[in-house]
């Protein structure tokens, strides 16, 4: 390791330290795309954390939304017709598959394929 990247490392703040450990985590997945790397309507596998998991309708229908960090950058997770999963929470490791399609200007795969991934110590 160069002295640059020692005193780099030194020097991170918290959120730097936790996108590097994110980053590493999804690099090791095997066939997964970073999250910055995802091109608009394109299939891709992306591995990473779920920051936060809301419910909010789209138009009458139940929509289950959660944001997916990979240390890259943040994906959101739309399942149609839910108004909660099983194991799909804030904190959790998740790989999912599925279309990337831009909404608003960001990432969205909607009705994911997923995997719950376990903890870090699990």
Same mark, same amino acid.
């Given at each position: ?45 992306v591995s990473g954390v779920i920051r936060s ?14 944001? #997916?960090? @990979? %240390?890259?950058? $943040? ?7 839910? +108004?909660?999963?099983? =194991? ?13 399609? #831009?909404? @608003? %200007?960001?990432? $969205? ?7 719950? +991934?376990?903890?870090? =110590?699990?």
């Amino acid at each position: 390791m160069s002295i640059k990247e020692r005193m780099r490392k030194v020097v991170a703040s918290q959120a730097e330290i936790e996108a590097d450990e994110e980053r590493a985590d999804a690099l090791r997945s095997v066939g997964c795309t970073p999250v910055e790397s995802l091109a608009n309507r394109s299939r891709a596998s992306v591995s990473g954390v779920i920051r936060s998991v809301v419910l909010r309708p789209r138009e009458g229908v139940p929509a289950l939304e959660a944001e #997916l960090y @990979d %240390g890259s950058g $943040t994906l959101d997770l739309v399942w149609l017709g839910r +108004r909660e999963i099983a =194991g799909i929470a804030p904190g959790r490791r998740l790989r999912i598959e599925g279309l990337v399609c #831009l909404v @608003d %200007g960001r990432r $969205t795969v909607f009705n994911p394929k997923y995997e719950l +991934r376990p903890r870090p =110590g699990e």
